[in-house]
């Protein structure tokens, strides 16, 4: 049986009452091994957004294996950012498709700004992650020149197999595999393969086209459960996962240890200080 570390899954805001949520991840804890809870801010207020970050620490806090990440940073201001920086999430994203105080988003124009370098030099000394997901390709490329880490994408596709702004080009797949750094394949039709139902051997494809290119040291998946309706056909949940998309992996030739690999080795080893 394989087992799966996500990067990136969105059912706190989405599954309303914690016990709905605590049912949720124990129907779960056999299958996926460590869940990272992402918690998006960007129809939040700026007071919302801080309050439903502490009330997610204190809920992932109180589990196994369940780790917390923030996704669009849109309500920090200099007052508020030794707060959220106390709070420990495991990552954080800069912003999500459109431009804010800290970056560009992957569907409008913008660079880091000053705050936002100041954010990175801040997160990056307590040891929180930069996540590059959302971002565009100017402000990707200015995280890469302002951290001292391996760099890091919780969930997008690939450019060269689908081309979405949301996807990242060859370049800069190469650039987190040349750091050391981790991408996680997401579950988004549209980003997948352009359609609203994508296929599991589209998913397959797409990790095909990674290994080939970059190898699999580098490759892990970000769900992004709850966070799209656009899930791929016959996949729902992460049984689908270790039960169907594991079946094509290995109609493409890839080995236990290879699926196992991506599927957790790979997040499990770059997350294994946490």
């Known amino acids: ?38 918690i ?16 997610a ?3 992932v806090n109180s589990q196994k294996n369940i780790f917390l990440a923030v996704e669009d940073l849109h309500f920090l ?15 954080a994203g800069l912003t999500w498709n459109t431009a804010n105080c800290l970056a560009g988003g992957a569907h409008e124009s913008g660079k880091i700004t000053n705050f936002g370098k100041k954010v990175i030099k801040e997160l990056e000394e307590n040891d929180i992650k930069i996540d590059t997901a959302h971002l565009n390709e100017d402000s990707f490329m200015g995280v890469s020149k302002l951290t001292k880490n391996p760099l890091f994408c919780s969930h997008t596709a690939f450019y060269g197999v689908q081309p979405n702004q ?6 800069q797949l190469k650039m987190i595999v040349d750091s050391g ?29 990674f ?14 459960f709850y966070g799209t309706n656009h899930l791929p056909k016959n996949i729902k949940n992460y049984s689908d996962i270790t039960c169907k998309l594991s079946k094509f992996l290995e109609k493409f030739g890839y080995t236990e240890k290879c699926i196992n690999k991506i599927f957790y080795e790979n997040a499990n080893n770059f997350f294994m200080n946490i």
């Open 1 to 38: 049986m394989y087992k799966i570390f996500d990067l990136h899954n969105d059912y706190f805001l989405k599954i309303k009452k914690d016990k709905n949520k605590q049912k949720y991840l124990s129907s779960n804890a056999n299958l996926a091994e460590n869940i990272i809870s992402a």
């Open 40 to 55: 998006w801010t960007s129809e939040l207020s700026c007071d919302e957004s801080l309050r439903e970050i502490e009330r």
């Open 57 to 59: 620490r204190d809920f």
């Open 77 to 91: 201001s200099e007052k508020t950012l030794k707060n959220f920086v106390s709070m420990r999430p495991i990552y």
């Open 166 to 171: 949301r996807n990242l080009k060859d370049y």
């Open 181 to 209: 750094g981790l991408v996680g394949l997401c579950l988004v039709s549209d980003f997948i393969s352009g359609m609203k139902k994508c296929s599991i051997q589209d998913i397959a494809m797409q990790i095909d086209y």
């Open 211 to 224: 290994a080939c290119k970059f190898g699999i040291d580098n490759l892990a998946l970000g769900t992004d």
